[in-house]
């Protein structure tokens, strides 16, 4: 045999060993896919069914029971998980999750047309079946069998949440980096108790 074809044979059986070991990867790969989802999905879902079925019992035993005997009647909707970072929250000590809104008006605003504007835009709208479009905006989150729910806070008051800045410079002009310091500096706040 020649050089050359020796050479040939060489580059041929490389790339032959080569593209067996790219199809041997991808086979891997589809292969822990595969085990992945029909034998380690059943098992999670195995695993996880009788937390979501006991959740779906706590949620109708609210719905049914608060309708019969008045136990849970301040239980609002159930909190989703999404929302769930609101209920373990410290916010009486550092909180982590806070809302502090920066509103722009033109001319001169008080307090109480502060307070009108927010009650007509968020917490009087009403849906088309007459419920309240934000009822969370007057809850609180509270626990009942283990669950997070949102509960009515009995004697809510929209003063007791809607409060003018009295840190820096009150009564003055300011910019928008002092604006945006006093912002950052009320969302790191504790909420009184």
């Given at each position: 045999m020649t050089s050359a074809t020796l050479r040939k044979s060489a580059l041929t059986q490389f790339f032959?060993?080569?593209?067996?070991?790219?199809?041997?990867?991808?086979?891997?790969?589809?292969?822990?896919?595969?085990?992945?989802?029909?034998?380690?999905g059943p098992i999670f879902l195995l695993l996880t069914f009788p937390i979501y079925l006991y959740r779906v019992l706590v949620k109708v035993l609210v719905k049914c029971c608060c309708c019969v005997c008045k136990c849970c009647e301040d239980l609002g909707e159930m909190v989703p998980s999404h929302s769930a970072i609101f209920g373990v929250d410290e916010i009486y000590k550092q909180p982590l999750c806070s809302n502090a809104a920066r509103f722009i008006f033109e001319g001169q605003c008080d307090l109480q047309t502060m307070i009108r504007v927010i009650d007509e835009t968020w917490l009087s709208v009403k849906c088309r079946n007459g419920k309240l479009k934000y009822p969370e905006l007057q809850?609180?989150?509270?626990?009942?069998?283990?669950?997070?729910?949102?509960?009515?806070?009995?004697?809510?008051?929209?003063?007791?949440?809607?409060?003018?800045?009295?840190?820096?410079?009150?009564?003055?002009?300011?910019?928008?980096?002092?604006?945006?310091?006093?912002?950052?500096?009320l969302s790191q706040k504790p909420f009184d108790e």
């Open positions: 032959f060993t080569r593209c067996l070991k790219l199809i041997l990867r991808h086979i891997l790969i589809v292969l822990s896919f595969l085990l992945t989802l029909f034998i380690l809850q609180y989150i509270g626990t009942f069998m283990g669950f997070l729910f949102w509960r009515k806070e009995q004697n809510f008051n929209v003063r007791n949440h809607v409060r003018l800045y009295d840190g820096k410079k009150p009564g003055n002009f300011i910019n928008e980096k002092e604006v945006t310091e006093i912002w950052n500096e």
